[in-house]
């Protein structure tokens, strides 16, 4: 199946900082979520990205398909955006599967 | 507000029990997904149904679970006999996949139903 590798896996960043998460993944895929999973478990969709760039607020993510990664950036880091963010994909052919990262854990202090 | 609604949101109970989780998918959407999380496998799917069909159950043990949907508003996933290793949070999340050529697939996920199997 498809590897899906994130990093840094650990990340503490002091409120206001800025930080890049990387996703890479090992084949050709249709599609790829961002998704904030917050200190109460709940999964937050962040971003559908299969590929180029969006931005939402603090939040911007990149995906460049033809070399197999993707980015998020947060800007000016709050401390509601501690958590664990995951990279999710769907492999070309995989109908619909998701197979998700490992996660990135973020710890943002005030 | 649509959003994936899961019940019951905790459940501890004893080995052998059986054990029954439902949700409720956006309206709408026609692909419901089964995932567990644990601390060691990280998040994995078990099956999933499109059009209240199921399409693959690969990912779930065959033996103790089963999957459902009796209609397009409930998609149910049942455990028996359950086992302590069996604890997990189960999350169910459903997403609209046009027919035809297009690959679009996002995915909405419930808060979870978080089962303790003592």
């Known amino acids: 199946g498809i590897q899906v590798e994130q990093s840094p896996p650990d990340l503490i960043l002091q409120e206001g900082a800025n930080s890049t998460l990387r996703c890479n993944f090992s084949?050709?895929?249709?599609?790829l979520q961002w998704f904030h999973q917050n200190p109460w478990g709940q999964l937050i969709n962040l971003f559908y990205i299969p590929s180029g760039t969006k931005q939402n607020g603090r939040l911007s993510a990149t995906t460049v398909a033809t070399e197999r990664y993707s980015l998020l950036y947060i800007s000016s880091s709050q401390t509601t955006d501690s958590g664990v963010y995951f990279c999710?994909?769907?492999?070309?052919?995989?109908?619909?599967?998701?197979?998700f990262g490992k996660g990135i854990t973020l710890s943002v202090r005030p | 507000d649509a959003r994936v609604t899961q019940t019951p949101r905790h459940k501890v109970t004893e080995m052998g029990q059986e054990v029954t989780m439902r949700c409720q998918p956006i309206?709408?959407?026609?692909?419901v997904f089964w995932y567990r999380q644990t601390m060691m496998q990280g998040l994995e799917l078990l099956a999933y149904?499109?059009?209240?069909?199921?399409?693959?159950d690969s990912g779930m043990p065959k033996d103790r679970f089963s999957a459902e949907m009796p209609d397009a508003t409930l998609a149910t996933l049942k455990i028996q006999p359950s086992e302590p290793r069996d604890s997990a949070v189960y999350f169910c999340a459903s997403g609209l996949v046009p027919d035809g050529r297009s690959s679009y697939n996002e995915q909405f996920f419930g808060p979870g139903t978080r089962l303790t199997v003592l």
């Open positions: 084949d050709s895929v249709n599609n």
């Open positions: 309206l709408g959407h026609n692909t």
């Open positions: 149904f499109r059009n209240r069909a199921p399409l693959d």
């Open positions: 999710a994909v769907e492999r070309k052919g995989a109908n619909s599967k998701l197979t």
